[in-house]
């Protein structure tokens, strides 16, 4: 059984590719106290006590990078994957665990993913590429081949990376901005072609 941390918009697009895949949802967890129900399955504040660790799976539902590495550094759970039927994943690509890929991404070959990414509905990802842990490849972005992004940073809907770029660690691309040359750390960067415009 897997259980669902987060109850909200980004839970419902896993929810339905779980479903889509076979795999059986047994609840939800949320900190949220107005919520006892999330469709027809029930919210918990933590993981109940029929939660079975060596069984039973984990995959967190929620957007945020940040939030969702701190979960994963204080909870001690097997996680699982939540592929869509209509991703296209290379037989020589890895997605590493708890990693979520939506509906028509497209992930090529010798590409790595790390652990707890989100590759959203229609991203591509080119050959090659290293995608760390804690990243989101927003919906419609596209990384071209051997890109780079360091870990927890968030591609925005749209934005296009050429080939060879680093992205580093904690980053932001913004909506729709081309990136041509590589990103520092903790940089927000926005536009055609991009810039840093400050740092996190």
């Not at 296209?88 to 990693?99: D, F, L, M, Q, W």
């Not at 090529?108 to 290293?130: E, L």
């Not at 691309?173 to 927000?188: E, F, K, L, S």
């Amino acid at each position: 059984m897997v259980y669902l941390f987060g109850a909200g918009g980004h839970a419902k697009v896993i929810t339905e590719i779980l479903q889509d895949s076979n795999k059986l949802i047994s609840a939800f967890i949320d900190g949220n106290p107005a919520l006892t129900a999330f469709w027809d399955y029930p919210v918990y504040r933590e993981l109940p006590d029929t939660f079975d660790r060596s069984a039973d799976e984990v995959i967190i539902a929620i957007g945020n990078n940040a939030v969702r590495k701190r979960i994963v550094e204080n909870l001690d759970v097997n996680y699982t994957t939540a592929i869509h039927p209509k991703a296209t994943i290379s037989k020589r690509a890895t997605i590493g665990e708890g990693s979520v890929v939506i509906g028509n991404a497209l992930i090529n070959a010798d590409t790595k993913v790390g652990r707890h990414c989100i590759i959203n509905s229609s991203a591509s990802v080119d050959h090659d590429c290293t995608i760390h842990d804690f990243v989101h490849i927003s919906p419609n972005a596209s990384l071209c081949g051997n890109v780079t992004i360091g870990e927890a940073s968030h591609i925005g809907a749209g934005a296009t990376i050429i080939p060879g770029i680093t992205i580093g660690k904690n980053v932001v691309i913004g909506a729709g901005a081309v990136v041509i040359r590589d990103i520092p750390d903790n940089a927000i960067a926005v536009g055609n072609p991009a810039k840093v415009i400050r740092h996190i």
